[in-house]
C-alpha cells in the first residue's frame, strides 16, 4: 500500500490558517454578565464585630432580577421549549376541559341495590 505523503510546511501552514479563521467566525464575546443558573449562591455576612456599614443594594436592579430569573423553571423562563428532553411535558394541559359533571370522565361511587346488601351484611356480621 501506498503510504501517504507529508503535507509540506506551505500546506500545513494553509491548514492552520483556515483552522484560526473558522474559530474566530465563530467566537463569541461574551461581554454581559449572566449568573449560573445550575450553582447556588452564597452570600456570606460581614463578620459580627466589623464596623463596615452593610452594602445597600437597590431593589430594582438587573442582578436581582436576574437572580430571581435564575430559579424560574424552564416553562415560566422560555415560550418555547429549548431542547428536546423539554419537549416532553412542555404541554402539560389537560386536552379536554376537566367538567366534574361529566360521567365519562369522572366514576363516583354509587350506591346501588348490591352494594346496599353487601353493606348490610358486613354492618350485621360484627
Do not use: C
Request: hydrophobic share 30%; charged share 35%; proline share 8%.
Amino acid at each position: 500500500m501506498a503510504e501517504k505523503e507529508k503535507p509540506t510546511v506551505v500546506a500545513q501552514d494553509a491548514i492552520h490558517i483556515e483552522r484560526i479563521k473558522k474559530e474566530e467566525k465563530l467566537m463569541k464575546q461574551h461581554t454581559k454578565f449572566h449568573i449560573n443558573p445550575f450553582r447556588k449562591l452564597h452570600i456570606l455576612p460581614d463578620k459580627p464585630m466589623s464596623k463596615k456599614p452593610p452594602e445597600e443594594v437597590s431593589e430594582n436592579s438587573d442582578f436581582i432580577k436576574e437572580l430571581h430569573r435564575a430559579y424560574l423553571v424552564p416553562k415560566k423562563k422560555y415560550s418555547s421549549p429549548q431542547t428536546e428532553s423539554q419537549e416532553i411535558g412542555w404541554e402539560s394541559n389537560p386536552l379536554v376541559p376537566q367538567i366534574h359533571q361529566d360521567q365519562r370522565f369522572h366514576f363516583r361511587r354509587a350506591t346501588t341495590d348490591v352494594t346496599k346488601h353487601a353493606e348490610y351484611a358486613r354492618k350485621t356480621a360484627k
